[in-house]
């Protein structure tokens, strides 16, 4: 690419070490659009979120040598950056409590291997429109204020920051205007927001948002959930 055009290009770190595989992703990424840059190791990988141009998106496999999974997902969160990338993992297990606990962890997303090229780029796309600064203007709901651009929930003079899946099942909840919605219409897509979540996922989302309104903003904000319903935001005046 020849001068601002690479700018264009969505830029992924692949964190893999298979010696086969990681070429191989970082090949099929880069014909889908993608900027992409491979490093096998969790130690590499906190090397390069830390430094500009920073990553966009994380792809990162659960299988590391130097690092477990969960951890891995775990450290490469904990960095303080203003502008978290989106972090997608992908592992060989099936097994829903893995993929849970990788949610639960912060992961975004995550992927089963093997997997078709085309789901990965297109997964990767849906994330990125839905990670990058978002042209809605902000939305409030009562004396909350949800910002799309960055990300934040502002109550007064308090604030907390979501991932992009976080903040997304918030933004429905909002919209629907402390209605009930069922885990699995939370996890619809929509125009213009085009990722789905399973019930599963939806319920993780929940309980990690439920636990950071509550360190930020005390009782004053809920999710709260009905066995026929769903769940409905409550925010006290």
């Keep these: 690419m020849v001068g601002g055009a690479s700018l264009l290009r969505p830029r992924v770190l692949l964190v893999e070490d298979h010696p086969d595989l990681g070429p191989s992703i970082q090949r099929g990424l880069i ?10 190791t969790l130690h590499g990988a906190l090397h390069r979120i830390s430094r500009a ?9 659960l299988s590391l040598p130097d690092a477990d999974g969960l951890e891995a997902v775990r ?9 978290p990338p989106i972090l997608l993992v992908l592992t060989v297990y099936r097994d ?14 995550f992927m089963v ?19 990058r600064s978002d042209r809605r ?19 007064e003079g308090r604030m907390v920051e979501l991932t992009p899946g976080e903040f997304t ?17 939370l996890g619809e897509p929509r125009a213009g927001d085009p990722i789905e979540f399973s019930e599963g996922a939806v319920r993780v989302l929940i309980h990690r948002i439920r636990r ?6 005390g009782g004053r904000v809920e999710i709260r959930w009905h066995r026929v319903e769903g769940y409905r935001l409550e925010v006290r005046e």
């Excluded at 014909?31 to 096998?40: A, D, I, P």
């Excluded at 141009?53 to 496999?61: E, I, K, N």
């Excluded at 950071?212 to 903003?217: C, D, G, N, S």
């Design 169 to 185: 099942i918030l933004w429905r909840l909002a919209l629907a205007g402390g209605g009930p919605i069922r885990a699995g219409d």
């Design 113 to 131: 291997k093997p997997f078709a090229m085309e789901e990965l780029a297109a997964r990767l796309h849906a994330l990125s429109r839905r990670g």
């Design 53 to 61: 141009p920073r990553p966009q998106m994380v792809v990162l496999d």
């Design 31 to 40: 014909q889908k659009g993608f900027e992409v840059e491979l490093v096998t």
């Design 212 to 217: 950071k309104l509550h360190q930020a903003f």
């Design 96 to 109: 829903l409590d893995l993929r849970v606990r990788a949610l639960e962890a912060g992961a975004d997303d």
């Design 75 to 83: 450290a490469l969160r904990a960095v303080p950056l203003p502008d």
């Design 137 to 155: 203007a902000p939305l409030t709901f009562g004396p909350l204020l949800l910002d799309p651009v960055h990300r934040m929930v502002r109550l």
